[in-house]
């Protein structure tokens, strides 16, 4: 298998959230805490090459992303600032940068076959509702319906994350034996600290794990190794010197993987 750098990013802004969609967009959420701005930029996975970069909406801040699909990022703002509680649905289009709707009516729920489906309080629970992900106007009124959204969320989850591969901690007597005995030749006489975080694709084992180099610090690395071949293939120190753990330092979407680096940059290989 080859393994071809496709990509290298880093911010002077903290990455907050990595999102990619089923046309190969790759979006990043960047954050600056101290001055309350927040920044996204896109890339084209398969081009490897920027779309938009450190991008900002009229809200600086109290925004984020609900999700990605296809060329379309979803946005929502807060109900309060410093709280959780999402308001409004805001449709962006990545190929001209702009906004294309807002309903400041609904809240989102979830997206699936090209809807928006989103909810509105009312005095005796929730009414439900599905928009154009493309224009947000209203397609479908499913009243009180929650077993009906329940069912078409399920199936939303289910197409959505079969494209995805994340990690597991590595549990010695949970883990297939040739898996496990690579994982333990890799990180023999190293004191590791935290867990090892690992997954499988084709014939490659990938791992990533902290150790100690010092009194105090930490070492993050990301190892890919044939375990056909019984060899170490790809090695990227992903943070240098930290005195903390960063769990969920890597994932793969379909052939790609994205690993983050330090906290504010990024790494991304297509395995081929």
């Known amino acids: 298998m080859k ?61 984020g992303i609900e999700t990605l699909y296809k060329d379309m990022i979803i946005f929502h703002k ?22 294309k709707w807002m309903n400041a009516d609904y809240s989102f729920l ?9 909810y509105k309080e009312n005095f005796e629970g929730r009414n439900f509702y599905s928009l154009n992900y493309l224009n947000g106007l209203l397609e479908e009124n499913f009243g ?42 890799i990180i023999n006489n190293l004191e590791i600290v935290g867990d090892v975080e690992y997954t499988s694709f084709s014939n490659l084992l990938l791992l990533s794990f902290h150790s100690k180099i010092f009194s105090g ?7 890919a190794y044939d375990l056909s071949k019984q060899k170490i293939v790809l090695t990227e120190i992903l943070n240098a010197n930290t005195n903390s753990i960063m769990p969920d330092s890597f994932f793969m979407y379909k052939n790609y993987l994205l690993l983050l680096k330090e906290k504010n940059g990024l790494i991304v290989y297509k395995l081929e």
């Not at 089923?22 to 490897?48: A, M, P, Q």
């Not at 807060?78 to 906004?99: A, L």
Request: proline share 1%; with cysteine; charged share 35%.
């Open 144 to 185: 009180e319906d929650f077993q009906k959204i329940n069912y078409l969320r399920t199936e939303a989850d289910s197409i959505y994350s079969k494209n995805f591969l994340f990690t597991e901690r590595w549990k010695t007597e949970k883990t297939d034996l040739s898996i496990g005995n690579a994982i333990s030749e």
């Open 78 to 99: 807060y109900n309060k600032p410093d709280m959780p509680g999402h308001k409004q649905i805001i449709g962006f289009d990545i190929s001209d940068k702009s906004v």
């Open 217 to 223: 610090s930490l070492v993050n690395k990301f190892i």
């Open 3 to 63: 393994i071809k750098k496709q990509l290298i990013y880093k911010s002077k802004n903290q990455v907050w959230r990595l999102l990619v969609s089923d046309t190969y967009k790759l979006v990043i959420e960047l954050r600056d805490v101290n001055k309350k701005e927040v920044f996204f930029s896109c890339y084209d996975l398969e081009k490897g090459k920027k779309i938009f970069e450190d991008f900002q909406l009229e809200e600086k801040y109290w925004i």
């Open 110 to 118: 979830f997206i699936h076959n090209d809807k928006v489906y989103c």
